[in-house]
């Protein structure tokens, strides 16, 4: 019976790695076609996205299967309880995706902007981060998910940054503003990104440690 609680839990794992996966994937696709003005790509990524969330939903039946006829105790039971809301998490990372990706579709249909170099360090720090925590999920690295929460602050000062720049990019331009405000909603999608990978970091203290999740990182 352990042996085969024991393999369920690996199996658990496995699939949260693989919406995790998913879910990386899609972000990073979605961005290259923001880049390359690739509506292909970012139509890719929208449809995409019901798989993310079907995998959701096997890992949340999965996980009140286990805690309903297994009743695990300590880490087990943090294991479980933190890969649910870590899911839920990566599911949204798969909807912010998706919001990029649809950005994406309507710049591929207008005059481009000039880059921002900042968006695309915000752009390249979000996916680090989400990478770095997905990374530390499988491995219980708790200083690698303590470097993720670090990592948040600078995505929020990069963020501000964008948004001021669009803000002042607006005043200038006024005939940009539509594709300024988009610029700003891109940057708050990254933004969030980092938040939500951010939170899967905090989940992993609380599965290896046992820590307050509210408490590990500088937010929740």
Do not use: W
Not at 25 to 38: G, Q, T, Y
Not at 48 to 73: H, I, K, W
Not at 122 to 140: C, F, P, S, V, W
Not at 203 to 219: A, D, H, L, P, T
Request: charged content about 30%; aromatic content about 4%.
């Amino acid at each position: 019976m352990e042996t085969h609680f024991h393999h369920q839990l690996e199996t658990l794992k496995l699939r949260v790695l693989e919406m995790g996966a998913l879910a990386d994937k899609a972000v990073e696709k979605a961005l290259r076609a923001l880049a390359e003005r690739n509506y292909v790509l970012a139509e890719e990524v929208m449809e995409g996205d019901a798989r993310v969330n079907e995998l959701q939903c096997e890992v949340d039946e999965r996980s009140l299967r286990l805690l309903a006829l297994d009743q695990p105790m300590a880490k087990d039971l943090r294991f479980i309880v933190g890969s649910i809301h870590i899911v839920t998490n990566l599911e949204r990372a798969g909807d912010q995706a998706v919001n990029i990706a649809e950005r994406a579709v309507l710049f591929a249909q207008r005059q481009p902007l000039d880059r921002y170099p900042v968006f695309d360090e915000l752009a390249e720090i979000t996916l680090d981060m989400l990478r770095k925590a997905l990374q530390a999920y499988n491995t219980g690295d708790t200083e690698l998910a303590a470097q993720v929460c670090a990592m948040d602050a600078r995505a929020d000062t990069l963020n501000l940054k964008v948004l001021k720049h669009y803000i002042e990019f607006m005043i200038q331009e006024s005939r940009a503003v539509e594709r300024a405000v988009h610029m700003i909603i891109l940057g708050k999608c990254l933004e969030r990104i980092g938040d939500l990978a951010t939170n899967v970091a905090e989940y992993v203290q609380f599965i290896v440690k046992g820590v307050n999740v509210k408490n590990s990182c500088r937010r929740t």
